[in-house]
T-cell receptor, first 115, second 112 residues
């Protein structure tokens, strides 16, 4: 149980284009999903918290107009990186949790390379 | 002071030994505590969580929590080379919100 998937697992795009990453909870309903970014040899950086049916809450310093998050259902959240630039190249990881539960479960991550 | 601090390591132990990983946190209101394992190039995997003072055991893993001293530790018994990874400590101050603050991780190497 508690499986979270992400698609795509890796993507290469050209500078200036937009990329959408999907995060799905496969066997449970996720009231809350989180989006993280991780640069090589660094720790996880929380980008935003997403609750189903409401606007995402972004962490300080994260541009909400650049990183669009949609949590349209209890099993799906999407992150769209708009007008991507090489400095956006990173490992993007989502996680999901159920209301009242202590733990969150991570997806396998999406490696984004912007050329 | 970081909110969640871990020794970066690397921590090296021989196969079969006990590996001890430590984590301290600054917010006394923290409610729940998590240990994740992250292999290179992969996403974190939840090992276990703890929210009450004392020990919690799961197989070869034991989490220890001391809220008065604001530390949480993870013991790995009978360490195996496959345990070689980065271990992340995470702390929640509000369990319902579920937002975790992560430490930078401790890299563990188990030598055969």
């Amino acid at each position: 149980g508690a499986v979270v998937s992400q698609h795509p697992s890796w993507v290469i795009c050209k500078s200036g284009t937009s990329v959408k990453i999907e995060c799905r909870s496969l066997d449970f309903q996720a009231t809350t999903m989180f989006w993280y970014r991780q640069f090589p040899k660094q720790s996880l950086m929380l980008m935003a918290t997403s609750n189903e049916g409401s606007k995402a809450t972004y962490e300080q310093g994260v541009e909400k107009d650049k990183f669009l998050i949609n949590h349209a259902s209890l099993t799906l959240s999407t992150l769209t990186v708009t007008s991507a630039h090489p400095e956006d190249s990173s490992f993007y990881i989502c996680s999901a949790k159920v209301a009242g539960a202590y733990e969150q479960y991570f997806g396998p991550g999406t490696r984004l390379t912007v050329t | 002071q970081k909110e969640v601090e871990q020794n970066s390591g690397p921590l090296s132990v021989p196969e079969g030994a006990i590996a001890s990983l430590n984590c301290t946190y600054s917010d006394r209101g923290s409610q729940s505590f998590f240990w994740y394992r992250q292999y290179s190039g992969k996403s974190p995997e939840l090992i276990m969580f703890i929210y009450s003072n004392g020990d919690k055991e799961d197989g070869r893993f034991t989490a220890q929590l001391n809220k008065a001293s604001q530390y949480v530790s993870l013991l790995i018994r009978d360490s195996q080379p496959s345990d070689s990874a980065t271990y992340l400590c995470a702390v929640n101050t509000n369990t319902n919100a579920g937002k975790s603050t992560f430490g930078d991780g401790t890299t563990l190497t188990v030598k055969p």
